[in-house]
């Protein structure tokens, strides 16, 4: 006995006949019984014969366009083009208008004939909008048949069924009776045998048409075994065996429906890319399961590898229900419990389809999804376990990729939260759970930034701005702190801190870093921290007309920025220019205000105002620079001394001199503690007049940093210059941070004491720690000492300008330079017109920055841009509005609707960026709920994790094992996960590397050139054979964000390109050589 199933071999009279020849029950109808009914042709007029009504069509088969169009003259468009010896949707095309018929005839018998090896089709009349109901018919070998009512496969994709009901919903009784009357008579007339699905086409006048006979068992007979209690393949078999219906029990009195029932099948297509069928390899599959749930399988197993070659199905769900709703529900049900990852499936379509109105109304008919294009607003999957393994995955096997990172934590268990006591009973701990109302911001969300900035100027005491959660760890822990170590301090620093000035923790590098090197989103960290701080003011670090970027904007994006900011809950913007230009501050002042926005504007201090020798930025200089700001209307002024310049004495005069010309001016003073006079400078500006000072908590303080809290508030206390914070506050928050910058251990710079060299050199603080990274990197970590004195030179080369980012990063652009190609300043001055600078120096002596107080100086500026153009006034200016809408719909289209409007902004501003951080989170998720210890470092085997991914749902995993390394280089990685099994399959990058070593450049030969400092080609501008002049770009190398064009030193053709993009060079080695003509 075969049972064929319900593929090819199933309708195939050929095959039935040679079982019947050599002795084998064929488990369905006699072979003579399937060539008719197989051809649609002939079963048309069998059900002519028998008296059932079919849809009008032409009376045979089609063979040309020609032979058709006597039936399109009769009957008009829509016509329907069918294959006559197929079915599955194959082979079948709906023509609606003359001019598509003979492209549709063609692709029709095209499609018949590679699917069935028969081209013919034949044609009826489309009937618009009708329902598909079929009949599961049993017959034995005596005649006797009954039907098992009937199904509703209403709901298809290109005549395909997706979704199938049993019984019928909303059919009326007589529209049923004549249905399965019907059915049953045709079976008869034909002498049917064994189970088989008779098809019918119900209009919307309820009028029924026969289109055929599956002389086969049916995908979607589940269903019908669910209503009826029949297993239908059973009888198929006994059926086989000679056995006769009644003898099992089978006769049409005794078949009753039993509730309802619904079918969908679960399938590994892209509903999202039209149902394109994915491959791959299943990582998770868990199933669902529960009373009226019935799955029945095909490949539905983790590890199964899905390919191209054969059927999309994964399993069938069926759900019965005493009524159609709660069939339905479970089947919604059933739905959500499924984890189907590695491949895609079409679950979040079938979520979509069962939840729509008509559906539920159970009214659906044959065209259905493609008349209802909202069934595709699909809701994409999460997917958040398995991404966050894929992560963990990566870091077994490959380490942790986090840029900088030179080292695993020192810490290896999870940061303890201090408690604070209560003020009025130091005995009793006090309950941070709910946030505090109490302070500054108050004023400012009541009364506005005028009445705020009245309110600190009124103040008796000196308040604090506490820079930890962004200067402070860009100083010292290159801008690597996570937004999860900021959320798990900060309900307690809410309390602590409630009589600061504000919390600096947004702005400068840490929104680029928090996209780039940390994949997590730095618009999500100013709105978790918000919620969690409502009382003390957020103040950010602003770029002037830069925003929070490296070069000039569209002013639209600058002002949608400030208002984005603004209502995601930043309250102060220190805005400041890198090189004190009032025209770029401008741009920042107005939009911060239009924004409804704190503007403090900063003063960028450089050199010495106590030296009477310094005559370029003396005391006069800096009066009239703030009586610029105060003409723009602003609320409150910084000193911001980036370099930590700033002496005690400087301070007095400066700070004294401020206040004597602006008495109701607020100023807030900014320092680094480069040089160890941090604490200093900071009292002595307090004494002189500022109203606010700039501290880090003491073990995130001091050297690059700024001075300590804890010094500054126990120095004051008990003055009449307090601050109103607790001594034993700040030390409770400090015991916090002494963990985290144990876990951040791996990201410290070898700063280990003061350096008052800051004084000649000028490095800003933030720069002074990246800068000394960046020279490791480049491999001139040992000649640290002449790139601090290359950066003296660099600075006067460019004009002593003010230096802070991204100026200082111009400079030390420059210096690194200069020392990678041993050039003095005197080299530089006599060789500028012919030698390679990095980008950033270039695009400084254009302009692009703005206007340096005291211009750019002469000749050295024409000799380094040469035939470049030159930036007059400010960058940007000219710019026109930025498509902000049109890059929304862009980014939508790319991403889906998860896209908000601070996304816009952040895309805007870091498009490249941004793009990258989509793609992280594309693959790993959302990274930044991942506790920092393994977000940092591997798992041990057998560690278990707790990551909480929302409220109330929380993750545990455990690293099972890492597999052996496999032919295609990766490596499974297996994990525990909230106690079941689960494992990815991960590239091992270290799997059979080569190391070979690069060419050299000869500097002796004229022709060859050499990358002038360590870096990666980004790009090649050139290929073997073209022709070059001197000074035409060859590539251009990259390192640490610093980009250098790579120029032909002679004219000629290029006869050989060493490099290829993304390959990392060394200093000297060899680039490309040029063949001199």
């Given at each position: 006995m075969i049972h064929p199933g319900y593929g090819f071999l199933s309708e195939n009279s050929e095959f039935a006949q040679k079982c019947a020849d050599n002795g084998i029950a064929f488990v369905g109808p006699d072979a003579h019984v399937i060539e008719a009914l197989g051809d649609k042709t002939k079963a048309r007029n069998i059900a002519i014969a028998a008296g059932v009504p079919v849809v009008p069509g032409t009376p045979g088969p089609i063979k040309s366009v020609a032979e058709a169009e006597a039936f399109v003259k009769q009957y008009g468009f829509p016509v329907i083009i069918k294959a006559a010896m197929g079915g599955g949707g194959r082979g079948m095309r709906v023509v609606r208008s003359q001019a598509d018929f003979a492209e549709g005839f063609e692709r029709a018998t095209s499609e018949a004939k590679q699917a069935f090896g028969d081209g013919t089709v034949f044609i009826e009349r489309f009937l618009d909008k009708p329902r598909h109901i079929e009949v599961q018919l049993l017959a034995d070998s005596a005649g006797n048949v009954i039907h098992l009512f009937e199904r509703d496969c209403s709901v298809q994709r290109r005549h395909q069924k997706v979704v199938e009901i049993a019984p019928a919903k909303s059919l009326t009784p007589s529209v049923r009776d004549a249905i399965l009357n019907d059915a049953i008579k045709l079976a008869k007339h034909v002498g049917y045998k064994n189970a088989g699905t008779a098809e019918f086409l119900v209009d919307q006048q309820d009028r029924h048409y026969f289109i055929e006979i599956n002389p086969r068992i049916q995908v979607e007979h589940t269903i019908t075994e669910e209503i009826t209690g029949i297993d239908i393949v059973a009888a198929q078999i006994q059926i086989a065996a000679g056995i006769l219906l009644p003898e099992l029990g089978l006769t049409q009195d005794k078949i009753q429906i039993r509730g309802f029932a619904i079918q969908c099948r679960v399938t590994t297509e892209d509903p999202a890319q039209g149902f394109q069928p994915d491959t791959g390899r299943i990582e998770v599959y868990r199933s669902a399961g529960g009373n009226g749930i019935r799955l029945d399988g095909s490949q539905g197993f983790v590890g199964a590898v899905i390919t191209p070659h054969y059927d999309s199905l994964l399993v069938k769900v069926t759900c019965s229900g005493a009524t159609y709703e709660l069939a339905r529900r479970k089947v919604v049900r059933a739905l959500v419990e499924f984890r189907i990852r590695g491949v895609k499936t079409n679950i979040p379509f079938v979520q979509r389809l069962v939840t729509h109105d008509t559906f539920i109304q159970g009214k659906c008919w044959t065209t259905f999804i493609d008349d209802t294009p909202s069934l595709f607003n699909l809701v994409k999957q999460l997917n958040r376990a398995q991404k966050l393994l894929a992560y963990l995955g990566d870091v077994a096997v490959n380490g942790p990729s986090i840029a900088g990172l030179i080292g695993e934590p020192l810490l290896k268990k999870e940061l303890l939260i201090p408690n604070l006591s209560n003020k009025d009973d130091t005995t009793q701990v006090l309950d941070v759970s709910h946030p505090p109302t109490a302070g500054w911001r108050k004023i400012f969300l009541e009364k506005g930034p005028e009445a705020f900035a009245k309110a600190v100027r009124d103040y008796k005491g000196v308040l604090i701005m506490d820079t930890t959660w962004r200067d402070a760890h860009q100083s010292l822990l290159a801008t690597r702190v996570r937004t999860i170590d900021l959320l798990n301090i900060a309900p307690t620093t809410a309390f602590a801190l409630q009589n600061a000035y504000s919390l600096e923790m947004w702005g400068g590098a840490t929104f680029d870093v928090a996209l780039r090197f940390l994949h997590e989103d730095p618009w999500d960290r100013l709105i978790q921290l918000r919620k969690l701080v409502p009382n003390i003011p957020f103040q950010m670090l602003f770029r002037g007309a830069n925003a929070v970027g490296y070069t000039s904007y569209p002013d639209n994006v600058i002002y949608d920025f400030c208002a984005k900011a603004v209502q995601s809950g930043m309250d102060i913007f220190r805005i400041f220019d890198s090189l004190n230009y009032i025209e770029n501050m401008r741009l920042g002042i107005r939009a911060v205000k239009a924004a409804g926005g704190i503007v403090e504007a900063a003063v960028c201090y450089t050199g010495d105002v106590s030296d009477p020798k310094r005559t370029k930025h003396n005391l006069e200089y800096y009066l009239n620079f703030v009586q610029e700001l105060v003409y723009e209307g602003i609320h409150v002024l910084a000193i911001k001394d980036m370099a930590g310049l700033l002496k005690p004495a400087a301070a007095t005069i400066l700070v004294g001199a401020i206040r004597k010309r602006f008495p109701n001016l607020p100023i807030h003073m900014h320092t680094h503690d480069t040089a160890g006079t941090g604490v200093a400078a900071m009292l002595a500006a307090a004494a002189a007049g500022a109203d606010v000072v700039d501290l880090a908590i003491d073990v995130m303080s001091g050297i690059t940093s700024q001075p300590s809290m804890g010094a500054v508030v126990s120095a004051l206390e008990h003055t009449e210059l307090g601050t109103?914070?607790?001594?034993?506050?700040?030390?409770?928050?400090?015991?916090?941070?002494?963990?985290?910058?144990?876990?951040?251990?791996?990201?410290?710079?070898?700063?280990?004491?003061?350096?008052?060299?800051?004084?000649?050199?000028?490095?800003?603080?933030?720069?002074?720690?990246?800068?000394?990274?960046?020279?490791?990197?480049?491999?001139?970590?040992?000649?640290?000492?002449?790139?601090?004195?290359?950066?003296?030179?660099?600075?006067?080369?460019?004009?002593?300008?003010?230096?802070?980012?991204?100026?200082?990063?111009?400079?030390?652009?420059?210096?690194?330079?200069?020392?990678?190609?041993?050039?003095?300043?005197?080299?530089?001055?006599?060789?500028?017109?012919?030698?390679?600078?990095?980008?950033?120096?270039?695009?400084?002596?254009?302009?692009?920055?703005?206007?340096?107080?005291?211009?750019?100086?002469?000749?050295?500026?024409?000799?380094?841009?040469?035939?470049?153009?030159?930036?007059?006034?400010?960058?940007?200016?000219?710019?026109?509005?930025?498509?902000?809408?049109?890059?929304?719909?862009?980014?939508?289209?790319?991403?889906?609707?998860?896209?908000?409007?601070?996304?816009?902004?952040?895309?805007?501003?870091?498009?490249?960026?941004?793009?990258?951080?989509?793609?992280?989170?594309?693959?790993?998720?959302?990274?930044?709920?991942?506790?920092?210890?393994?977000?940092?470092?591997?798992?041990?085997?057998?560690?278990?994790?707790?990551?909480?991914?929302?409220?109330?749902?929380?993750?545990?995993?455990k690293l099972l094992a890492v597999g052996p390394i496999n032919a295609s280089g990766k490596r499974d990685v297996f994990f525990e996960l909230n106690g079941e099994g689960r494992s990815v399959s991960i590239q091992d990058k270290n799997a059979a590397v080569e190391h070979t070593a690069r060419e050299r450049a000869d500097p002796s030969k004229g022709g060859e050139i050499g990358a002038p400092m360590s870096g990666v080609v980004v790009e090649i501008r050139v290929k073997e054979g073209t022709v070059v002049k001197e000074g035409d770009p060859i590539c251009i190398l990259s390192a640490m964000k610093m980009e250098t064009v790579v120029s032909a030193p002679v004219s000629g053709k290029v006869e050989y390109v060493a490099i290829k993009e993304n390959d990392s060079l060394s200093n000297g080695d060899l680039v490309a050589r040029i063949v001199h003509e």
């Open positions: 109103g914070i607790r001594q034993e506050d700040v030390i409770a928050l400090n015991s916090y941070w002494e963990q985290a910058r144990l876990l951040y251990s791996g990201f410290e710079a070898n700063v280990r004491a003061a350096d008052s060299g800051v004084y000649q050199h000028e490095m800003p603080g933030g720069q002074y720690t990246n800068l000394m990274f960046q020279a490791q990197q480049l491999g001139l970590g040992t000649q640290w000492n002449e790139i601090k004195k290359a950066y003296i030179d660099a600075n006067a080369l460019c004009g002593d300008i003010v230096k802070v980012t991204p100026s200082s990063k111009v400079v030390g652009d420059l210096a690194q330079f200069m020392v990678s190609s041993s050039l003095s300043r005197e080299d530089v001055l006599e060789k500028a017109a012919s030698l390679n600078f990095p980008t950033s120096v270039v695009e400084f002596f254009q302009g692009y920055l703005g206007q340096p107080y005291g211009g750019f100086p002469e000749p050295l500026r024409t000799a380094i841009i040469r035939g470049l153009p030159r930036i007059e006034g400010r960058p940007g200016a000219d710019m026109g509005n930025f498509d902000l809408a049109g890059l929304k719909l862009e980014l939508t289209k790319k991403y889906g609707k998860s896209i908000r409007d601070v996304d816009v902004s952040s895309a805007a501003i870091y498009p490249k960026v941004f793009e990258e951080y989509r793609q992280k989170v594309e693959a790993y998720g959302d990274l930044s709920v991942l506790p920092t210890r393994y977000f940092l470092s591997k798992l041990d085997l057998n560690e278990e994790v707790n990551v909480q991914i929302e409220k109330g749902k929380t993750l545990i995993i």
